[in-house]
């Protein structure tokens, strides 16, 4: 059989490999890590389970594909539910919101709580599922970079309907024609922070992402997000995949325009083909540094998605008002959005995400115990002075909780670990620790993603956040199924 060559277990890259395997590749993953999963990994800290980086589960459908392609029943495998609650929400004037997952009771809800109309919520999610049935096909589910996806006759359909995607203002803007109430115009804004962007320049077309977590849902895996992981690494390795832990691939071994291989402390290891799931940047930069004409300069050079800064409390109380997510928000958006995209800074007021997976998950902590995952949005790493960042930051976000909480945090944390910029980007060579690859804030991001196959390099594929079609667990999943189809 054919030999594939994947570089990095992110979740991507294990995708990739399933599907390979499935075509009757004989698949090896090298992965620089001592554990699979890159960003989507876990860690324990003094009896407290934590997942170390994404939280919210949606679109479970393309994990669930995954099972089926290798001929297994999904729910034998991995099992998850789904939230009635998909959030809570804090805001500094004493509101408090329930985003639940149905959307007549939601928008009863934000009608209660804030006077903005339920019809108004109602049009607005209506808005959403036309703006996502225009667009992916197109910008979701298939290469952008070869002229069948533009032979469709479903992409044709799309693009007549174009003027539907509100592609030429922001999403700031069409949320406020849509609502009233600040709260609610804020409510919908966060969005962009789903794939790292700022709402006060992203295109409006990103207002589809309310869609995707009302229609489709959220979803907490039974045993939480590592499961999605570990999981897959277990579909993978009963279709023959190796896995070679600690194991940093050094470069991408060419002969003329054809991929011979990867080199790696072991030396060079031949293959038909290559998959680098390793951030864009860094596959250019170190894997094919020797060969700097062949760098797409335009791309390469885009803005990064925005980074975070993680806490991860073991914290020795209980919190009925709290749920799995939840959101304490900024009194001034559009002031932290300007700090993180403008200054390059972490504003003093910052949007606190709460992650508590042992809502769900009670062994993830001590009893009467909880674990907290502690997320603000912060710029991609330029070089900023983090340690006095992230100190003046720790202060501001306990405050900020303890206030809205009334009680006093501090006191309460039992054990501490941080993950910021820098970390993301050593640990996961995510290029300046941006958390979805590239930035959506123009109307033109979708097209200047990276393809999943090189035009230069035969032999030569890409999965993983930072290319086509952007990061996430979902998008990551469907670059698999590209890379998949392109590699037939
Ligand atoms: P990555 O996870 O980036 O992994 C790449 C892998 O490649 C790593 O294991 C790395 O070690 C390996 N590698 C790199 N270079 C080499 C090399 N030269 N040789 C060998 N191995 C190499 N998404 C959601 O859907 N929902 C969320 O709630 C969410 N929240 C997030 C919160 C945080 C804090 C973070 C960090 C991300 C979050 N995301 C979320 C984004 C999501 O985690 C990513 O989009 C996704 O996991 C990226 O997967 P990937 O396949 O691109 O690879």
């Known amino acids: 059989p054919k030999k594939a060559l994947i570089i990095g277990a992110g979740i991507a890259g294990i995708a990739t490999a399933i599907r390979l395997a499935v075509k009757g590749y004989q698949v090896e993953v090298y992965e620089a890590n001592s554990y699979p999963g890159g960003k989507l990994s876990q860690f324990e800290q003094d009896g407290y389970r934590f997942d170390a980086g994404p939280s919210l589960f949606t679109m479970p459908q393309y994990v669930n594909e995954l099972f089926k392609l290798a001929g297994k029943n999904p729910s034998d495998y991995f099992r998850y539910q789904k939230l009635d609650v998909v959030c809570r929400y804090f805001y500094e004037d004493g509101t408090r919101l329930t985003a639940y997952a149905n959307a007549g009771k939601f928008s009863d809800e934000i009608q209660e709580k804030t006077g903005e109309p339920a019809a108004a919520v109602k049009h607005y999610l209506d808005n959403s599922s036309t703006v996502y049935n225009v667009t992916n096909h197109v910008f979701l589910e298939r290469s952008l970079h070869r002229l069948k996806t533009y032979l469709r006759w479903d992409t044709v359909k799309s693009i007549f309907q174009f003027g539907k995607i509100d592609a030429f203002r922001t999403m700031h803007k069409a949320n406020e024609v849509f609502f009233k109430d600040k709260r609610i ?100 930069h170190k894997l094919l540094s020797n060969y700097p004409k062949l760098h797409p300069q335009k791309i390469l050079n885009q803005e990064r998605s925005s980074s975070a800064l993680i806490f991860y409390w073991g914290i ?63 710029p991609a790493n330029t070089g900023q002075d983090w340690d006095a960042l992230i100190a003046g930051a720790r202060e501001n976000v306990l405050n900020k909780l303890s206030r809205l909480l009334n009680k006093d945090i501090r006191k309460l944390i039992a054990n501490e670990s941080i993950l910021d910029p820098r970390s993301i980007e050593s640990r996961t060579s995510s290029y300046q620790g941006s958390l979805y690859g590239t930035s959506s804030n123009t109307q033109f991001a979708a097209f200047l993603r990276h393809a999943n196959k090189s035009s230069k390099l035969k032999g030569l594929y890409f999965c993983g956040g930072s290319v086509h079609p952007g990061g996430g667990i979902p998008l990551c999943l469907l670059s698999a199924k590209i890379v998949g189809e392109l590699a037939g």
């Open 316 to 378: 020795r109380d209980q919190f009925r008002e709290l749920d799995l997510h939840n959101i304490f928000f900024s009194a001034d958006y559009e002031a932290e959005f300007n700090h993180i995209w403008k200054e390059k800074e972490i504003y003093h007021d910052p949007t606190v995400y709460l992650n508590i997976s042992s809502k769900y998950k009670p062994d993830d902590a001590p009893e009467s115990c909880e674990n907290w995952f502690v997320m603000i949005n912060v």
């Open 185 to 284: 115009v804020q409510f919908f804004d966060r969005y962009a922070t789903y794939n790292g962007s700022n709402p006060y320049s992203a295109p409006a077309t990103l207002n589809v992402i309310p869609h995707l977590e009302q229609h489709f849902g959220a979803y907490f895996p039974e045993g939480g997000m590592y499961d999605i992981t570990s999981c897959l690494v277990a579909l993978a390795e009963s279709l023959s995949v190796k896995f070679y832990y600690n194991n940093p691939v050094a470069e991408i071994v060419l002969q003329g325009h054809t991929v011979r291989g990867i080199k790696t402390n072991d030396g060079v290891i031949d293959g038909d083909l290559v998959v680098s799931n390793m951030d864009i940047w860094f596959t250019y």
